[in-house]
Nanobody, 130 residues
């Protein structure tokens, strides 16, 4: 079992920054990959970024490359998403997720697949005003 709690969301003006955190408990944090997903009103959930168990590899959706950075601190059982140069279109509920079953994938794009992830947090709202 893994419990995930997101924090750090809020209201920010366009061009601003936010850092989301995801605190994990339960299974040893350094043994599984993690990801961020988001869901905007009326839209499907979409992948944002993922990071392997060691933090050695990361994968991003094209829409956030260069502006978002995913990281993790295994000593603190916490994953982060640094979001810079924010735009109104990234307004959504952001969810962190844990992939404890799939193991290591050679193809980084596999970490963007939502069905890999078996534990999800409750989400944190990010709102970017224009």
């Amino acid at each position: 079992q893994v419990q995930l709690v997101e924090s750090g969301g809020g209201l920010v003006q366009a061009g601003g920054s936010l850092r989301l955190s995801c605190a994990a408990s339960g299974r040893t944090f350094s043994t599984y990959a993690m990801g961020w997903f988001r869901q905007a009103p009326g839209k499907e959930r979409e992948f944002v970024a993922a990071i392997t168990w060691s933090g050695g590899n990361t994968y991003y959706a094209d829409s956030v490359k260069g502006r978002f950075t995913i990281s993790r601190d295994n000593a603190k059982n916490t994953m982060y998403l640094q979001m810079n140069s924010l735009k109104p279109e990234v307004t959504a509920v952001y969810y962190c997720a844990a992939d404890t079953r799939s193991g290591v994938s050679r193809r980084l794009s596999d970490y963007g697949l939502g069905y890999r992830y078996d534990y999800w947090g409750h989400g944190t709202q990010v709102t970017v005003s224009s």
